[in-house]
């Protein structure tokens, strides 16, 4: 071997082992899923969706309504970004990393006091409760019959598929912290195909992937049933981060505001299991925070140490 290739072949070696020797932040790591090309002359504002689905279904949903957006924009576009579990999005949201986001009522009254302003919402506040659902085999009859056994949610801080669900059981003789065993599988999803496996006795979700997951799966969906329902509370909001121009915020809720409006537009909410977004302010989640405020008093703390991470 000439010396040349010996070189060649050292310096080989240094790299591959620098690079093997680099720390790799994987928990840091979270994709952008999106259409959208990364060269763009417009400035780009990160538009965050919480995980209402899985990363891809999620992408399937609401990248239409991204790019209906950013077809009526001039000089900006958004760009949408999904997070693998609730615990990496309430992460960046509470930290006032997206522009523009679609969080939960919670995380949105949480939001408030991060840095973000509320200027919208889902309609359809009808919608927005939990539902608790069991194989339709299971011989559970009452509440309590889940005394021992294993509830499914997608995360803690879910506030129709986890809390609100959560909040019935102990409204009907359930102590949540001893009486079940409480799993947080990551998504709604998942939670829903624990309870048809049998890894769990009940599983907590919310009626708009509820519905989506019989459309996708109706095999396995009719072998499941909606147990029990909870009330309803402020459908999930639209935030923006207070230093984003009124101009753009303006305009962005126009056009939302305006989808049910158009054939396209209607098209993408059917998507979404949704009728229209509407105007809404922080007083508009009122209720919302005094249920949170009952919640943590009466069932559990709501961020309790690395109960996110679960």
């Known amino acids: 071997m000439s010396f040349s290739i010996k070189k060649v072949f050292v310096i080989a070696l240094i790299v591959i082992a620098s690079l093997g020797c680099s720390p790799v932040e994987e928990d840091s790591y979270e994709p952008l899923y999106s259409d959208t090309p990364i ?4 400035k780009v504002y990160i538009f965050g969706v919480h995980p209402l689905h899985n990363p891809n279904r999620l992408f399937e949903v609401y990248q239409p309504m991204v790019d209906y957006i950013n077809a009526r924009l001039k000089g900006s576009e958004l760009r949408l970004e999904a997070s ?3 615990a990496a999005y309430d992460k960046k949201l509470f930290s006032g990393y997206f522009d523009f986001s679609l969080p ?3 995380q949105t009254v949480t939001a408030v006091s991060k840095g973000y302003k509320i200027f919208g919402k889902m309609a359809d506040d009808e919608n927005f409760r939990g539902i608790i659902l069991v194989r339709k085999d299971s011989g559970i009859e009452k509440v309590t019959d889940l005394k021992g056994k294993t509830v499914s949610y997608p995360a803690p801080t879910a506030l129709a598929a986890t809390m609100m669900p959560q909040w019935y059981m102990h409204e009907h003789g359930i102590d949540i912290n001893h009486d079940i065993k409480n799993a947080y599988v990551g998504s709604q999803e998942s939670s829903i195909m624990n309870v048809f496996l049998g890894k ?4 907590s979700t919310w009626p708009p992937p509820w519905r989506a997951f019989i459309k996708q ?3 396995i969906a009719e072998q ?3 147990k029990w329902e909870t009330s309803s509370l402020a459908n ?3 935030v923006a981060r207070e230093d984003i121009p009124e101009e753009l915020i303006e305009t962005v809720s ?3 505001f305006s989808l049910h409006k158009t054939p396209q537009g209607r098209a993408i909410l059917e998507r979404m299991e949704l009728s229209k977004y509407e105007k809404a302010e922080d007083s508009t989640y009122d209720s919302v925070r005094l249920f949170l405020k009952q919640f943590e008093e009466d069932v559990r703390p709501i961020r309790a140490e690395g109960v996110d991470n679960e």
């Open 84 to 86: 693998r579990n609730y």
């Open 39 to 42: 060269l763009t002359k417009n």
């Open 200 to 203: 769990s006795a009940a599983a």
């Open 224 to 226: 499941v049933e909606v």
């Open 254 to 256: 126009e056009i939302i």
């Open 236 to 238: 999930n909001g639209l």
């Open 104 to 106: 939960n009522p919670y």
């Open 217 to 219: 799966r109706p095999e």
